[in-house]
């Protein structure tokens, strides 16, 4: 949608509901004394830079360290000073405190802990089980934009349930001082991928300390699932007015295993040979874990100043497959294996550039980034027996595929505020972009993929492998006014050109008004754009099981064109949100925040296509497909990802905190977080024979997150003391699973006969007590989910060979109860 017409349809909105307005109640830079004198609650006469004067460069970050502190925002707005509860979009601040009183050694997984607009898939498969990914109201991973310090974070070259996100858990925990969180629509601010909202994560910038931590923990009930994280960070003076702050940790997490009992294999009876509790599919990956940052910053003139920020993780975890029993291969493996799928994974991104003030009168940012994954894709404890009988022999450990993901961008940010006639105040920002990004598919061992590949996952062969690159270019501007006092109308637009998916122009209007003191309207419209990325157009993988193989083919391959697959277009949305903010009494904060989001053809997952179609399709790719007798034609499935539907995604954000001063018996802070939310589908579109691109299940799969989200937390702290408790609400979310070994013939495998599964909703109840027991030691015990609730059991016939009794879609953790212990020392 153009500018022009998104404002019109704004004008629109507000003539017909009357409620796009707001107040804002923000430090504001004014260059004249005029309008000082009318505006006596801003920065009256002063130019606010984009850095600190020399006095100020080592000051603590202004952030959110302690439960209900109100935090300074750089996130979606570019006036300085702003408060969270000032602004005219929905933004949330997390601090490090909040994130680690989850309990979590996860950064996504503390963050889905305490925002009920994010959530995390607790299961995955195959490669999408060893990449985290977050979905914020309910939408897909990719159309949440990751920034740390502002600057967009790559994302990872491993696709995760079609998406090819950024993996928050590659971020070490320790360096962030803070995370904001802005729901809603900001593709014109912040580009591509900004439709669900945008994450920004703040590092830590201090100068001087040292903080180090330990914790560990298994859940409870089963005994495995052993978890340990250890971390330092700290920070000291880049010659006297500088600073550079260090953090890494190491992390290691062993496979947790649900209960044989519930999840024993349909192929075990009492006379078989091997155990019952052989299949461990359903379980999470081992995984060990190192990451570093280091962050920087040091004046180079008084009104200039150099920065960056390096960060590097690597990763090797291993992800159980189906196990193939003592009569698959008797002579290599005389009672059975299990194939474990590896993932050695190397990510860094380096961030440097110049920032300064009174260039023309405005502040100015010049930055450029290089950030890469790479994802070494492996199998271990499988063989290859068609290879073996070629060449005589087989490894049993082999590389897969390569997948890279890199991206080099450039950019360039101006800064203003002035006054319109002497009268209206306002800040001006404008800037460009550059971004670069390249994807690389490298083919696996000859073995992996000859002769129907390894067990338990096949490779990449070299007709499938390539390079591919295109190039971004983007300009913005934003204005924001203050028409009166009590009314802030902030326009943005902007335009960007991709080298692959064509131009896009995007904008949004967003707007507050302060009613009263307590009380204030905030309102937004906007489009956006989020183009296919290069793994959603090259991506491919065949994964073996013990009867079939399901294969992802490249969505602009001739292959997946021969099954009736479309050129991949831009996703596209339009996106309304209105909002109250209210403090009815001191101390005590509540907004509301209504929301619509509609996006044209989404990408995902194709409907699969099975039996000698898909046998044509995946060979037509230069593959090999498994043979052998227990191999049923009907369960080889191949699909791509396409722009399958439109959706419309409405829900409710409702957030507030209350701290209550108890003199001596300490401090108290509440809060309840909530999100309702609902998408449909109201459009599916046609592949190339005229026929639908989605499934029910891929619709489902499109819908299937929580109806609705409730998080209520109490932390009181008292002396030497601290106790957080937090119940946690999970709604209820439906899916359409395939008919797998137990249902009738006639439906087994079906690409177009589907059973519904719902999960029901759950409570959760976690509680950590924590001692100080001077300023350098605090100890904390906690568990979470103390009840151990699990999700529902999946019907028997949808239950692939037995063992994965939990729907994927689920996201409350099929681990159950989790208990930690956690040592901080601070110097």
């Known amino acids: 949608m153009k500018i022009r017409r998104i404002y019109a349809y704004f004008l629109y909105s507000t003539s017909s509901c009357a409620i796009f307005c707001n107040l804002v109640d923000v430090s504001f830079a004014s260059s004249l004394d005029r309008a000082a004198k009318k505006y006596p609650t801003q920065l009256a006469g002063k130019h606010v830079p984009l850095i600190p004067k020399i006095s100020q460069r080592h000051s603590r970050p202004t952030s959110a360290r302690s439960q209900g502190e109100e935090s300074v925002i750089v996130t979606g707005t570019h006036q300085s000073n702003k408060k969270a509860r000032d602004s005219a979009t929905p933004i949330t601040v997390f601090s490090a405190q909040q994130l680690q009183q989850t309990g979590q050694l996860n950064l996504a997984d503390a963050l889905a802990r305490i925002d009920p607009s994010i959530t995390v898939n607790a299961l995955g498969n195959d490669t999408?089980?060893?990449?985290?990914?977050?979905?914020?109201?309910?939408?897909?991973?990719?159309?949440?934009?990751?920034l740390v310090d502002g600057k967009r974070r790559n994302t990872t070259a491993n696709m995760v349930g079609g998406s090819s996100p950024v993996?928050?858990?590659?971020?070490?925990?320790?360096?962030?001082?803070?995370m904001e969180v802005l729901r809603g629509g900001a593709a014109a601010m912040y580009g591509s991928d900004a439709i669900a909202g945008v994450i920004n994560i703040i590092t830590k910038k201090s100068s001087h300390g040292l903080h180090t931590y330990a914790q560990t923990g298994a859940n409870a009930y089963n005994g495995d699932g052993w978890q340990y994280q250890v971390g330092a960070d700290g920070g000291m003076k880049l010659g006297q007015d500088g600073h550079i702050h260090l953090s890494g940790l190491i992390y290691h997490s062993d496979h947790f295993v649900v209960s044989q009992k519930a999840a024993r294999d349909h192929r075990w009876t009492p006379t078989s040979n091997w155990p019952s509790d052989s299949n461990k599919i359903e379980s999470t990956p081992e995984e060990t874990r190192e990451s570093l940052a280091i962050d920087w910053a040091k004046p180079i003139t008084e009104h200039m100043q150099a920065y960056g920020l390096i960060t590097y993780a690597h990763r090797y975890a291993e992800s159980y497959q189906n196990f193939r029993t003592p009569s698959t291969l008797p002579a290599i493996y005389p009672y059975g294996f299990s194939p474990l799928e590896t993932n050695n994974e190397n990510f860094f991104q380096a961030n440097t550039g110049l920032k300064g003030d009174n260039f023309l009168g405005f502040d100015w940012d010049l930055s450029t980034l290089y950030g890469q994954d790479q994802d070494d894709i492996g199998v271990k404890n499988t063989y290859n027996s068609n290879y073996a009988a070629v060449y005589g022999s087989s490894p049993t450990i082999m590389n897969a595929e390569r997948y890279r993901m890199s991206q080099w961008t450039s950019n360039f940010d101006m800064r203003r505020n002035f006054n319109i006639g002497h009268v209206v105040p306002m800040t001006l920002a404008m800037g460009a972009e550059h971004r670069l990004e390249m994807y690389h598919v490298g083919a696996g061992n000859p073995a992996s993929y000859l002769y129907g590949g390894a067990s338990g996952y096949a490779g990449i062969t070299p007709a499938l492998a390539g390079n591919w690159q295109r190039n971004v270019w983007a300009g913005y501007i934003d204005g924001d006014f203050h028409p009166l006092k009590k009314w802030e109308l902030d326009f943005s637009?902007?335009?960007?050109?991709?080298?692959?998916?064509?131009?896009?122009?995007?904008?949004?209007?967003?707007?507050r008004y302060n009613i009263t003191k307590r009380i204030a309207l905030r309102a937004d419209i906007n489009n956006g754009f989020r183009a296919p990325t290069l793994a959603e157009e090259h991506y491919s993988s065949l994964s073996v099981s013990p009867t079939g193989a399901s294969g992802v083919l490249a969505a602009n391959s001739e292959s997946a064109k021969s099954i009736g697959a479309n050129h991949l277009k831009p996703e596209r949305s339009t996106s309304e949100s209105a909002g109250i903010v209210l403090e009815p009494v001191d101390n005590f904060h509540i907004t509301a925040d209504v929301y619509q989001i509609n996006i044209r053809d989404r990408i995902t997952s194709s409907m699969s296509v099975a039996g000698d179609t898909?046998?044509?399709?995946?060979?037509?790719?230069?593959?090999?497909?498994?043979?052998?007798?227990?191999?049923?034609?009907?369960?080889?499935?191949?699909?791509?990802?396409?722009?399958?539907?439109?959706?419309?995604?409405?829900?409710?954000?409702?957030?507030?905190?209350y701290r209550l001063r108890m003199e001596q018996w300490g401090i108290l802070d509440l809060s309840m977080l909530l999100n309702l939310n609902r998408t449909t589908v109201h459009h599916l579109n046609t592949?190339?024979?005229g026929n639908a691109i989605a499934s029910a299940s891929t619709i489902a799969g499109l819908t299937a997150v929580p109806r609705s989200k409730i998080v209520l937390n109490a932390h009181w702290s008292v002396d030497k003391w601290d106790i957080n408790i937090r119940e946690t609400?999970?709604?209820?979310?439906?899916?359409?699973?395939?008919?797998?070994d137990l249902a009738p013939s006639s439906v087994r495998y079906s690409t177009t006969e589907f059973k519904q599964f719902v999960n029901t909703p759950v409570w959760t109840t976690d509680l950590e007590v924590g001692y100080r027991f001077n300023r350098q030691f605090h100890l904390a015990i906690g568990a979470n989910n103390i009840f151990n609730m699990r999700p529902r059991h999946v019907d028997p016939v949808t239950n692939y060979l037995g063992p994965k009794i939990y729907d994927s879609s689920s996201a409350l953790s099929m681990t159950g109860a989790y208990y930690y212990a956690r040592l901080d020392a601070s110097f």
């Open 614 to 657: 898909a046998i044509e399709a995946i060979s037509g790719a230069g593959v090999d497909l498994p043979t052998g007798a227990s191999v049923d034609p009907r369960n080889i499935k191949a699909y791509y990802y396409a722009n399958a539907a439109s959706t419309r995604t409405q829900g409710l954000d409702i957030q507030s905190d």
């Open 687 to 689: 592949n190339t024979a």
């Open 493 to 511: 637009g902007r335009f960007e050109h991709y080298t692959d998916a064509g131009d896009t122009e995007t904008g949004k209007i967003t707007t």
């Open 128 to 146: 999408g089980a060893l990449t985290s990914s977050i979905r914020m109201r309910g939408l897909a991973p990719n159309e949440v934009l990751v």
């Open 729 to 740: 609400r999970y709604g209820s979310t439906k899916t359409m699973l395939t008919y797998e």
């Open 167 to 178: 993996d928050l858990n590659m971020i070490p925990m320790n360096a962030v001082d803070h």
